[in-house]
């Protein structure tokens, strides 16, 4: 099976930076996600993380090691906008589905 | 283009009652995903759609749920005789194949059961 542990809920206040990490387990590995939702919205995708290291796409980051079980979404230049729900996934073996943790609610404050 | 689309956005039934949710995926995306969501809870799957390969049903939590894709594009998720406990946001997602790691997410269903 598969368990994947977030945080319940972060705050953080307008132009700072927050890191949101993510432990799992699980039986085979293919990758690592990470979705924003805002509420009473679809889920978007921000990022994947299949090897090692940071992914850097503009303010939103995100880091993976495999070894630890353990991922990270780091958001730099907070907005009002990015108070939402991220969602850290992962696939494992077979491709086929995701398996996601419950979500950390961030809320950013001015 | 169009992204994928599901209707109705609400629906409320009553217990026993049976209620189809349907979901038009991105054209040209071969896999077809439906999740649940409760408040509260994590996005919960519940079946995988393949192109014309046998579903993987692995995450319906009872006989009472079952899905069908007609043509390798819509599908529908039915539930029958409905428990309060199947309240909640059913989500529809497509992707490219079975490999491509970005799925597209519909607006969701809300379904209440009272």
């Known amino acids: 099976g598969q368990n994947i542990d977030q945080p319940t809920e972060m705050t953080a206040t307008e132009g700072a930076i927050v890191q949101i990490n993510c432990t799992y387990q699980?039986?085979?590995?293919?990758?690592l996600f990470w979705y924003q939702q805002h509420a009473g919205e679809a889920p978007t995708f921000l990022s994947y993380?299949?090897?090692?290291g940071l992914e850097e796409k503009g303010r939103f980051s995100s880091f993976l090691s495999r070894s630890k079980g353990y991922s990270y979404l780091l958001l730099k230049e907070l907005q009002m906008k990015d108070s939402a729900s991220y969602l850290c996934?992962?696939?494992?073996?077979?491709?086929?589905?995701?398996?996601f943790g419950k979500g950390t609610m961030l809320l950013v404050s001015p | 283009g169009a992204g994928v689309s599901q209707s109705p956005s609400n629906k409320v039934t009553e217990k026993g009652k049976d209620v189809e949710l349907r979901c038009d995926p991105i054209?040209?995306?071969?896999?077809l995903y439906w999740y649940r969501q409760s408040l509260g809870q994590g996005l919960e799957f519940l079946i995988y759609?393949?192109?014309?390969?046998?579903?993987?049903k692995s995450g319906l939590p009872s006989d009472r749920f079952s899905a069908e894709r007609t043509g390798g594009s819509v599908s529908t998720l039915t539930i029958q005789r409905t428990q309060q406990e199947d309240s909640a946001v059913y989500l529809c997602?497509?992707?490219?194949?079975?490999?491509?790691?970005?799925?597209?997410f519909g607006p969701g269903t809300r379904l209440t059961v009272t």
């Open positions: 997602a497509s992707s490219f194949s079975r490999d491509d790691y970005e799925q597209y």
């Open positions: 993380n299949v090897l090692d």
């Open positions: 699980t039986s085979g590995f293919n990758g």
């Open positions: 054209s040209g995306h071969t896999a």
């Open positions: 759609f393949q192109g014309n390969s046998a579903p993987d």
């Open positions: 996934a992962v696939r494992g073996k077979g491709y086929s589905t995701l398996t």
